[in-house]
Structures are given as structure tokens and as C-alpha cells.
T-cell receptor, first 109, second 116 residues
């Protein structure tokens, strides 16, 4: 079967750095997405990785290792507004997006 | 430009009634997706439309659920004989293409369905 694993919840301090991990087992691989979802709102796109390595976009970076079936989202200089759920999703061989259950990130002052 | 819109934003219905949820995707987007999200849970895939191809209905939970997409644009998700377990937020998303590439999905604000 297809599976995406992420931690259910993480807590971090304002100004700090946090890494949210995602491991996957899917039928084929056509890219990995990270989305941010604030409570009561729709998910919004953060990043896309299809090749191994690190993609940096401002305070957010995303890393992919296809051989390990592993990705992480790195958030730097955390702000209170970063409190949200972070969803990992993988496009399988049929280009269907397989979604993880999301990681709820709590930022404390 | 305009994003994905959904209506109604909230719907309360009695058990056993039928409901229709509407999605207007971003103009020019060929792919359209419906998801369901229960409180505190991840996204549950329901159905996917790509251009004029037959839709991927593999995620529909029962035959009470159906969806159509008219003219390759607006989509309607219909739930017949609603049950309390159908209560959830129903999210619609569209992307430029469904196959290949880094085409991210753009989500609408969702319809919160409550079955009493």
C-alpha cells in the first residue's frame, strides 16, 4: 500500500528553527509537495521537490532524498504566524497525490 | 486573478437529505479535485477530473457520492441521503494540469457540511 508518515504534532519556540520530517512509500514517484494549512483555512502551496537536494525559499527550505524515501521541511526564524499544520504529499506513478495526515506545529513565545 | 471558489461556505442539512456542493476552478485549469477533511484529520481524496478524460472516482466512499464537471469548468459534488458521518469540510482544488510537472493544486475555501 501507499503510505506517508509525518509526526502528528511538534512544538518550537519563536525565533528558533524546526525540521518537520516526512517519509513515504508509494507506487512510483513524480515529486513531493509541502503545503501549509492554518486552522479553519484551505491548504496553500509551499514547495515542490522532484530531484534530490535542498530547495531554499526564504525562511523555508525543503529537502528530498529519493533513495531513502525521505523529505523534510525546515523553517527558520520561526514566527507566531507559522503556527499551522504542514502537509506532505507525494505524486505517485499515476500522478495521483498521496497526502500525509499533516504535522501540527505549535509556536511558543 | 480569481482563485478557486466554492459554495455554499456552510451547509447544515438533516440526515437523509441530498446536498449539492459547487466548485468554480481557476480559469484555464484543466485538473479539478475534490477532497474531504474531517476535524483534525488529513485530506481524503474523493474524485479527480482531468480535461475531457473519464474522472478518477476511486476515492468516493460510497455510491451516495457522485460528481460531475460541466464544460470542463464548474464542478458539482452531490451527496444523496446524507449521513452524520458525511459531516466534514469538503475542499475543491484545481491545477493547470494533473499529469506531470510541478503543477501545484490551488484550494478553494471549502464547504463545511454538518448533517444533523
Amino acid at each position: 500500500g501507499q503510505n506517508i508518515d509525518q509526526p502528528t504534532e511538534m512544538t518550537a519556540t519563536e525565533g528558533a528553527i524546526v525540521q518537520i520530517n516526512c517519509t513515504y512509500q508509494t507506487s512510483g514517484f513524480n515529486g513531493l509537495f509541502w503545503y501549509q494549512q492554518h486552522a479553519g483555512e484551505a491548504p496553500t502551496f509551499l514547495s515542490y521537490n522532484v530531484l534530490d537536494g535542498l530547495e531554499e525559499k526564504g525562511r523555508f527550505s525543503s529537502f528530498l532524498s529519493r533513495s531513502k524515501g525521505y523529505s523534510y521541511l525546515l523553517l527558520k526564524e520561526l514566527q507566531m504566524k507559522d503556527s499551522a499544520s504542514y502537509l506532505c504529499a507525494v505524486k505517485d506513478s499515476n500522478y495521483q497525490l498521496i497526502w500525509g495526515a499533516g504535522t501540527k506545529l505549535i509556536i511558543k513565545p | 486573478g480569481a482563485g478557486v471558489s466554492q459554495s455554499p461556505s456552510n451547509k447544515v442539512t438533516e440526515k437523509g437529505k441530498d446536498v449539492e456542493l459547487r466548485c468554480d476552478p481557476i480559469s484555464g485549469h484543466t485538473a479539478l479535485y475534490w477532497y474531504r477533511q474531517s476535524l483534525g484529520q488529513g485530506l481524503e481524496f474523493l474524485i479527480y477530473f482531468q480535461g475531457n478524460s473519464a474522472p478518477d472516482k476511486s476515492g468516493l466512499p460510497s455510491d451516495r457520492f457522485s460528481a460531475e464537471r460541466t464544460g470542463g469548468s464548474v464542478s458539482t459534488l452531490t451527496i444523496q441521503r446524507t449521513q452524520q458521518e458525511d459531516s466534514a469540510v469538503y475542499l475543491c482544488a484545481s491545477s493547470l494540469f494533473g499529469d506531470g510537472g510541478s503543477y501545484e493544486q490551488y484550494f478553494g475555501p471549502g464547504t463545511r457540511l454538518t448533517v444533523t
